[in-house]
């Protein structure tokens, strides 16, 4: 019997070879085949076009706005001409192109609009003039997408892509999921919109931990995140500091905010001014959350407390790629903001800018307007600011920065999720994933991280009371207009075609192919190489900005934690394994050549067990032994401070890091070495980094080079 999805398949397919047959009319201009065709996509260009209909305000375009990023706020898709320009692309393509493609590079997705074999590419009139290429859509399984969907689908009509809302038999080039990776199981190929380990990582205890590991270390620049506690296990310190703080300055009156872990949309949250408020348990649990200094002076517009949602695009971990959106959302409070004090802190509406909240207040203002009601986009209160004199580059910079520095301290533990999901080896499928950044304005304009949303609302209907009571989803033009350009401008930038295409955009423009041991920034096209390189004439331009590797120069020394997860991840072993054994973390040790006279292997042992112990009683979920990234890194600052104790923090880490990583490249090299001599191969090719070593006798190496080819990775037993 044939499933659902074959049928969806197939229909797909013919309506799809149907679609490049009837383009909508078209004036062809004197490069294009003379042709004109109508058809069913008029239709489809039509809705496309209503639905993303431009909503700008007239009256703004006339404010001359000093940043060039908000000036491209026109980020519809002009579908009609569309298809003019794509096939002028396209046949710019294939005679630019075919040369290049000569050169070999097939596409196994079947996505490779330059390879003059495929009967596909090319047709050819009876009078000999050249048709465009057809070229496969992209192909989307949009089957877990949940309340991302109506957004998704709009993104991919306009994009022409081939949608499989019942999911498909065989794979699909982009698997959107809702929620998380897991989505789907056992994808193996194409690109999941989910990272492993997200959620997970962003839980407000996790996220804590990561942006106090890097504010140890980088102070100053980590001064966007308001402090912290863990709860409950911080309740003793929490407790002390505020008494320490009255104790100082009777007057002194901290406000707290309280978060619990995994909690959403303001769920849980309440405000105190003493720690004897805190609800630490429920039922019989000890609640798991964090307790915040609360920012009781924010920036109020018309009297209200905001806050900026900042969509953010991971391309990809490695190298790590980051973009940012043009435009994002601003929530209003419904209730005129006052500091806090014991008689307003349950004042949600005034405290609480989620839209989740808000929305159930009376004055919650639902507008069609970009620039009014109670979610506006992040322009609008942007064009505002500098319209009362605010330097708005300075803001949007900070912006940038926050996020760069946010995305670095998250992505060591992302990189051991990852690997034990896909380790190296194993075919795909790869990542990539849009956030949710929630960020206040300070009155003095700071911009300070509230936190990150794994999985942001893609939802472009709101709720509206309809009637008392009763509540309906209707379309909201402010969210439509924001997450349509995200969610269409992501998959742009990771439509699969891209990848080759910017490597053949590469070789057109004569630019020079990576160098072994380049900078990764130099490797990566530019946006004006994908630009030049694909359909993308037709469409506006990307709403999504890239910032790293853009800024690779700027912020690339605070990136030392994932140099301390890369040893983490090499001491692992087991594949899919995320904490060290004991036996693993001796070898680290050993192969680090870190024990010595006053610290022997007893004293390693001693401190593995006195630090997983710790560990083992802060995780809410300590179901795995062992030693997870977060408790390494603290015993690699014990490691590091014991070693090189007149240093300042940060340069015991470098000055340790760099050890490390000099006696595990001298190791590898060395094993590579062993193997040639094995094979026959000549050993003055290898570099030794120490070669005293290798004047010791052959059979040591031997006896080494079978350890290591056994077991690549230095395999704890253990784990
Ligand atoms: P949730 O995930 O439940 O939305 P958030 O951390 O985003 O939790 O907090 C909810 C809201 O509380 C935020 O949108 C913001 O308005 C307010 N808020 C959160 N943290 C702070 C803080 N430290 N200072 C002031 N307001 C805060």
Redesign the pocket.
Same mark, same amino acid.
């Given at each position: 019997m044939k499933s659902l999805d074959q049928d969806a398949e197939k229909e797909g397919a013919e309506s799809e070879e149907q679609a490049y047959v009837s383009s909508p009319s078209a004036s062809v201009s004197p490069d294009a085949p003379s042709i004109t065709v109508t058809g069913r996509d008029a239709n489809d260009a039509s809705t496309c076009r209503n639905r993303s209909r431009s909503r700008g305000n007239p009256a703004k375009e006339d404010i001359n706005f000093t940043v060039k990023q908000f000036t491209d706020r026109a980020l519809h898709s002009n579908i009609s001409g569309e298809n003019v320009k794509r096939q002028e692309y396209e046949r710019t393509l294939h005679i630019r192109g075919s040369d290049k493609v000569l050169q070999g590079r097939p596409e196994a997705n079947g996505n490779n609009v330059n390879n003059p074999r495929s009967k596909m590419n090319q047709d050819t009139l009876d009078n000999g003039v050249k048709l465009p290429r057809k070229k496969k859509p992209v192909t989307v399984d949009t089957s877990k997408a949940k309340t991302s969907l109506e957004a998704l689908k709009i993104s991919i009509k306009q994009l022409k892509w081939k949608e499989f809302p019942m999911g498909r038999r065989t794979a699909c080039d982009i698997y959107w999921h809702g929620v998380s990776f897991h989505d789907n199981e056992n994808i193996v190929s194409g690109q999941v919109n989910k990272f492993p380990g997200m959620v997970e990582m962003l839980r407000k205890i996790n996220m804590s931990r990561a942006v106090r590991t890097m504010q140890e270390l980088f102070p100053e620049e980590y001064d966007f995140y308001?402090r912290s506690w863990i709860l409950p296990q911080e309740y003793q310190q929490f407790t002390a500091q505020i008494c320490m703080v009255k104790e100082n300055d009777a007057t002194a009156n901290h406000t707290f905010?309280v978060?619990p872990d995994g909690?959403?949309?303001? +769920?849980g949250?309440y405000l105190i001014r003493d720690p004897s408020d805190l609800k630490l348990v429920a039922g019989s649990q000890a609640k798991q959350g964090v307790v915040?200094?609360?920012?009781h002076k924010?920036l109020l517009i018309d009297k209200l407390?905001f +806050?900026i949602r900042l969509y953010v695009l991971i391309k990809s971990l490695e190298p790590l790629e980051i973009y940012i959106a043009k435009e994002g959302l601003t929530r209003f409070c419904t209730e005129p903001y006052q500091e806090p004090s014991q008689k307003n802190l349950s004042h949600v509406f005034m405290?609480?800018?989620?839209y989740s909240l808000n929305v159930h207040s009376g004055n919650f203002v639902h507008s069609d307007s970009q620039s009014t009601g109670s979610k506006r986009t992040l322009s609008s209160v942007l064009y505002r600011l500098a319209a009362k004199g605010v330097d708005i580059k300075k803001v949007w910079s900070d912006i940038i920065a926050l996020v760069i520095k946010t995305v670095i301290a998250v992505v060591p533990e992302l990189k051991v999720y990852y690997q034990a999901e896909i380790p190296p080896g194993k075919p795909g499928p790869t990542c990539f994933q849009i956030l949710g950044f +929630?960020i206040?304005l300070m009155k003095n304009l700071k911009p300070i991280l509230?936190?990150v949303n794994s999985n942001p609302s893609m939802r472009i209907e709101h709720e509206q009371e309809v009637a008392a009571g009763v509540f309906e989803y209707v379309p909201s033009p402010v969210d439509e207009e924001v997450k349509v350009n995200v969610i269409r401008d992501t998959l742009r930038l990771m439509d699969p075609s891209r990848k080759n295409q910017s490597i053949v955009c590469v070789l057109c423009n004569h630019r020079v192919l990576p160098r072994p041991g380049a900078e990764p920034s130099e490797e990566i096209p530019t946006e004006a190489d994908l630009k030049a390189s694909s359909t993308e004439e037709a469409l506006p331009s990307l709403c999504l900005k890239q910032v790293y590797p853009k800024y690779t120069k700027q912020f690339n020394y605070l990136r030392l934690v994932e140099r301390i997860a890369a040893l983490f991840i090499r001491f692992l072993g087991v594949k899919g394994n995320m904490r060290l054994g004991p036996t693993a973390f001796r070898t680290f040790i050993r192969s680090c050549k870190l024990t010595n006279s006053s610290f022997s292997m007893a004293s390693v042992d001693i401190l593995y067990i006195d630090i997983t112990r710790r560990w083992a009683g802060t995780m809410a979920d300590s179901r795995e032994a062992g030693m997870g990234l977060q408790a390494f890194v603290e015993a690699f600052f014990s490691l590091a401070a014991r070693r090189f104790k007149s240093l300042g923090q940060r340069q015991q880490v470098l000055a340790l890091l760099e050890q490390c990583e000099a006696q595990n490249l001298w190791e590898e090299r060395r094993s590579v070495s062993c193997s040639r001599t094995l094979s026959g191969g000549n050993r003055t090719h290898v570099a030794p980094l120490s070669p005293a070593p290798l004047r010791r006798a052959t059979s040591q190496d031997q006896r080494l080079h079978y350890r290591l080819k056994a077991r690549p990775l230095r395999v704890g037993t253990d784990n």
């Amino acid at each position: 019997m044939k499933s659902l999805d074959q049928d969806a398949e197939k229909e797909g397919a013919e309506s799809e070879e149907q679609a490049y047959v009837s383009s909508p009319s078209a004036s062809v201009s004197p490069d294009a085949p003379s042709i004109t065709v109508t058809g069913r996509d008029a239709n489809d260009a039509s809705t496309c076009r209503n639905r993303s209909r431009s909503r700008g305000n007239p009256a703004k375009e006339d404010i001359n706005f000093t940043v060039k990023q908000f000036t491209d706020r026109a980020l519809h898709s002009n579908i009609s001409g569309e298809n003019v320009k794509r096939q002028e692309y396209e046949r710019t393509l294939h005679i630019r192109g075919s040369d290049k493609v000569l050169q070999g590079r097939p596409e196994a997705n079947g996505n490779n609009v330059n390879n003059p074999r495929s009967k596909m590419n090319q047709d050819t009139l009876d009078n000999g003039v050249k048709l465009p290429r057809k070229k496969k859509p992209v192909t989307v399984d949009t089957s877990k997408a949940k309340t991302s969907l109506e957004a998704l689908k709009i993104s991919i009509k306009q994009l022409k892509w081939k949608e499989f809302p019942m999911g498909r038999r065989t794979a699909c080039d982009i698997y959107w999921h809702g929620v998380s990776f897991h989505d789907n199981e056992n994808i193996v190929s194409g690109q999941v919109n989910k990272f492993p380990g997200m959620v997970e990582m962003l839980r407000k205890i996790n996220m804590s931990r990561a942006v106090r590991t890097m504010q140890e270390l980088f102070p100053e620049e980590y001064d966007f995140y308001p402090r912290s506690w863990i709860l409950p296990q911080e309740y003793q310190q929490f407790t002390a500091q505020i008494c320490m703080v009255k104790e100082n300055d009777a007057t002194a009156n901290h406000t707290f905010i309280v978060k619990p872990d995994g909690g959403s949309q303001g +769920d849980g949250i309440y405000l105190i001014r003493d720690p004897s408020d805190l609800k630490l348990v429920a039922g019989s649990q000890a609640k798991q959350g964090v307790v915040q200094e609360y920012i009781h002076k924010p920036l109020l517009i018309d009297k209200l407390k905001f +806050d900026i949602r900042l969509y953010v695009l991971i391309k990809s971990l490695e190298p790590l790629e980051i973009y940012i959106a043009k435009e994002g959302l601003t929530r209003f409070c419904t209730e005129p903001y006052q500091e806090p004090s014991q008689k307003n802190l349950s004042h949600v509406f005034m405290h609480l800018t989620n839209y989740s909240l808000n929305v159930h207040s009376g004055n919650f203002v639902h507008s069609d307007s970009q620039s009014t009601g109670s979610k506006r986009t992040l322009s609008s209160v942007l064009y505002r600011l500098a319209a009362k004199g605010v330097d708005i580059k300075k803001v949007w910079s900070d912006i940038i920065a926050l996020v760069i520095k946010t995305v670095i301290a998250v992505v060591p533990e992302l990189k051991v999720y990852y690997q034990a999901e896909i380790p190296p080896g194993k075919p795909g499928p790869t990542c990539f994933q849009i956030l949710g950044f +929630d960020i206040l304005l300070m009155k003095n304009l700071k911009p300070i991280l509230l936190e990150v949303n794994s999985n942001p609302s893609m939802r472009i209907e709101h709720e509206q009371e309809v009637a008392a009571g009763v509540f309906e989803y209707v379309p909201s033009p402010v969210d439509e207009e924001v997450k349509v350009n995200v969610i269409r401008d992501t998959l742009r930038l990771m439509d699969p075609s891209r990848k080759n295409q910017s490597i053949v955009c590469v070789l057109c423009n004569h630019r020079v192919l990576p160098r072994p041991g380049a900078e990764p920034s130099e490797e990566i096209p530019t946006e004006a190489d994908l630009k030049a390189s694909s359909t993308e004439e037709a469409l506006p331009s990307l709403c999504l900005k890239q910032v790293y590797p853009k800024y690779t120069k700027q912020f690339n020394y605070l990136r030392l934690v994932e140099r301390i997860a890369a040893l983490f991840i090499r001491f692992l072993g087991v594949k899919g394994n995320m904490r060290l054994g004991p036996t693993a973390f001796r070898t680290f040790i050993r192969s680090c050549k870190l024990t010595n006279s006053s610290f022997s292997m007893a004293s390693v042992d001693i401190l593995y067990i006195d630090i997983t112990r710790r560990w083992a009683g802060t995780m809410a979920d300590s179901r795995e032994a062992g030693m997870g990234l977060q408790a390494f890194v603290e015993a690699f600052f014990s490691l590091a401070a014991r070693r090189f104790k007149s240093l300042g923090q940060r340069q015991q880490v470098l000055a340790l890091l760099e050890q490390c990583e000099a006696q595990n490249l001298w190791e590898e090299r060395r094993s590579v070495s062993c193997s040639r001599t094995l094979s026959g191969g000549n050993r003055t090719h290898v570099a030794p980094l120490s070669p005293a070593p290798l004047r010791r006798a052959t059979s040591q190496d031997q006896r080494l080079h079978y350890r290591l080819k056994a077991r690549p990775l230095r395999v704890g037993t253990d784990n």
